[in-house]
């Protein structure tokens, strides 16, 4: 079955420093992918999609996210994390089926 | 251009009750998709419409319903609500859902008591 996996249901990082959120997703075919991310009490706020080609996306706010289709993968890296990083990011695939599928999300906590 | 607008923003309801919540989508944006998001279940597909047509579903009861209207306004209605209904109901618009972005809406917050 389509399904898009997030290992790391929290993950902390000092402000500063730099954050690398993990995705990956099953099934043969290559799915379009994205990253949102939520605040709380918000709606999802698209960061970057991968549809083909350069397998390295850059995204606002300074994020970038790394395609690679033999691990299946599609991370997503900052730099340098700012305070008003915090929030709850979630990396979703669409297949042939149009279906928007997410992973479980992963919540950023950055500590001063 | 503004973005996705959805009405109410919180909601209260009693079991057994039904609810109709509202979607604007971005302007020119055709397509609708809703979505539930819950704790436990995470962020769930409900449906999507495309010139009022409804093109996709996902695994809901049949108590979850949807239209879309002429000018890509969609509501999505829940009847007989259950205390497992309450959810942030989220709504997201695209020129096409096959080949576009989504954008999404603040969304509802449904209480169910």
């Known amino acids: 079955a389509q399904s898009v996996t997030q290992p790391d249901i929290h993950i902390t990082v000092s402000e500063g420093a730099s954050l690398e959120l993990r995705c990956n997703y099953s099934y043969g075919a290559t799915p379009y992918l994205f990253w949102y991310v939520q605040s709380p009490g918000q709606g999802l706020q698209l960061l970057l999609k991968?549809?083909?080609?350069?397998?390295l996306v850059q995204g606002i706010k300074g994020f970038e996210a790394e395609f690679k289709r033999s691990q299946s993968s599609f991370n997503l890296r900052k730099p340098s994390v700012h305070w008003s990083d915090a929030a709850e990011y979630f990396c979703a695939a669409r297949w042939g089926d149009y279906k928007l599928s997410f992973g479980a999300g992963t919540t950023v906590t950055v500590r001063a | 251009k503004a973005g996705v607008t959805q009405t109410p923003r919180y909601l209260i309801k009693t079991r057994g009750q039904q609810v109709t919540l509202s979607c604007s989508p971005i302007?020119?944006?055709?397509?609708v998709s809703w979505y539930q998001q819950t704790p436990g279940q995470g962020l769930q597909f409900l449906f999507e419409?495309?010139?009022?047509?409804?093109?996709n579903k996902g695994n809901f009861p049949g108590r979850f319903s949807g239209r879309q209207f002429s000018n890509s306004r969609s509501e999505m209605n829940v009847s007989t609500l259950e205390l497992g209904d309450s959810a942030l109901y989220l709504c997201a618009s695209s020129g096409d859902f096959r080949t576009d972005t989504q954008y999404f809406g603040p969304g509802t917050r449904l209480t169910v008591l």
């Open positions: 991968y549809f083909s080609g350069d397998t």
């Open positions: 419409y495309f010139s009022e047509t409804q093109r």
């Open positions: 302007s020119g944006h055709r397509s």
